[in-house]
């Protein structure tokens, strides 16, 4: 392979603020670190903060996948692919379960990620208080002096408003007892997989130009009410349509012809192992 | 009143200057000084050693010219602003034996949320617009550590109810009141945690006469049943002879008169006092 860029696309020294950076952010778990966000070959909002922590850990050994919202095919996770490809030669793959660097965008894979593998999510917004207090002066003190009644006065104007807590993805969660932190906009059914997690997970965002980080087996707690307790969204007595499977999290599609509404694995790869697992104990049989 | 009884707040020199100060301005009889302005380097004094007292159940009226400090002391009180030297008391905090002024910044919300309300002016500045009035009322009540919507909701309608905002539009938010409206609003959420102070800044002016009778009224009324101490600012003598026990005159920067707020206006002592008193119309 004739590339005429550095391995990993970046300069070392690139490479190396970024990684002093996470370890910073893997110390004060939830913390939002400010770091150098370059300038990218794609352009800000599509993923530079997730792909610069990919890019500034990623070894020749190292197999990654990408995924955009539960999706190995989209184009932006081809795209993302292709140019850590392109520049690394590392080898990709679509098996949650053989991978070492998760890079994801609004999805925790349904497969459960172990403590050799990396978990890098792509944030729009890092600031969870952001629609409460428009300046970064002032939400960098509330941190810093663990004042939330904010993230917890927008859930309560949801249940006002809508009669319970209504935030589609991105639902703040409380790290480690001390910062409240946007998990990114998984949606609610991902933010348990966050509590405890075997994986390291690392979220990065190069427009805002944040890192921050879950430490492997740390304490994640969704923000919630006493009478109002957090839940996850439900699928109950609902399945996909092709492989089965019922406790994951599920896409809503029209059929098309018939005009019925039809469920469907939102993680591809998930669905399609299933099923070929399926297929195989089949032909055994 | 016996002599025994506790004040809920006293304050102590407290100073507030905007600005480095320099020689000249720091002697006692300088003449570089243009009222509270130093001409040298600039530096405002806006408060200049003020001590007073609020005993419980009190309202303690400030008046004053614009610019003489009224503001920036109540702005200090509720740490809006940091002072530049002074002590300040609360008896319901450690006894009253920290100095406030030197607590830490989360030390300062937890008074803040616990122990004070304060009115602004300026709704703007005591309300979040595009929130629900309920939810401005939640705010302090999550802030003070309550996670039970059911009963903030309850405690929110309550207050609005106290303040005569119809029930039905507790879900609005206060961009689409009426400055009155807003008032009360702001009157609420200052009360939601039964703070045994309450810091009124100007909190009838710019609102037309029968909405400001409305809204002493409610203050009155509200101040009788759950016998709040009251600190009330404003450079209307009207409102201050209605609501106000005890009355301090500030004038750049420094208390130059204080007593019962019937002896002041009756028999005022200082020079611009009496003027002050002769131009009520």
Known sequence: ?285 | MNGLEEPVLSVRNLNKQFGPGCPYCQQTQSTKMIKNYCQVCGTVYACKDVSFEVYPGEVLGIVGESGSGKSTLMQCLYFDQDVTRGEAYISTYQNGERNLFQESAQAKRYIRNHMMGKVYQNPMLGLRMNFSSIGNIAEKLIAAGNRQVGMMEERGTELLNKVNIPVHRRKEAPKNFSGGMQQRVQIAKALSNHPPLLLLDEVTTGLDLSVQASVLDLIKSLQRELGISIVLVSHDLGVIRMLADRTLVMLEGKVIEQGLTDQILEDPQAKYTQQLVHSLL
């Not at chain 1, 952010?25 to 670190?33: L, R």
């Not at chain 1, 006065?153 to 910062?179: C, N, W």
């Not at chain 1, 697992?277 to 089949?282: K, V």
């Open chain 1, 1 to 285: 392979m004739n590339i005429a860029y550095n391995f990993a696309f970046f300069d070392e020294g690139s490479k190396r603020e970024i990684r002093r950076k996470t370890l910073k952010a893997i110390a004060i778990p939830g913390y939002q670190v400010p770091f150098a966000s370059r300038e990218m070959p794609i352009g800000r909002g599509w993923g530079t903060g997730g792909l610069q922590l990919t890019l500034s850990l990623i070894g020749r050994e190292d197999v990654l996948k990408v995924i955009d919202q539960g999706s190995d095919e989209s184009v932006n996770a081809v795209n993302i692919k292709k140019l850590v490809c392109d520049t690394t030669g590392v080898e990709i793959t679509d098996h949650t379960s053989n991978a070492t660097i998760i890079q994801s965008r609004h999805r925790i894979p349904e497969v459960p990620l172990r403590n050799n593998q990396i978990l890098v999510l792509q944030v729009p917004i890092p600031e969870p208080l952001r629609f409460y207090e428009p300046s970064e002066y002032e939400t960098k003190k509330l941190h810093g002096e663990k004042e939330y009644s904010g993230a917890w006065l927008m859930l309560f104007e949801q249940i006002m408003k809508y009669g319970s807590m209504t935030t589609g993805a991105d639902h703040p969660v409380m790290v480690h007892d001390r910062y409240v932190m946007a998990p990114s906009p998984i949606p609610r059914f991902d933010n348990p997989k966050m509590n405890e997690s075997e994986a390291l997970i690392l979220l990065g965002a190069g427009r805002e130009k944040k890192v921050y980080a879950v430490p492997p087996y740390t304490k994640v707690v969704s923000l919630d009410f006493d009478d109002y307790p957090f839940q996850r969204e439900t699928f109950a007595g609902k399945c996909c349509r092709l492989c089965g499977a019922s406790d994951v999290f599920l896409d809503e599609l029209i059929d098309e012809e018939s005009k019925e509404t039809v469920y469907q694995c939102n993680d591809t790869s998930y669905c399609l192992e299933k099923l070929n697992e399926d297929a195989a104990l089949e032909v055994r049989v």
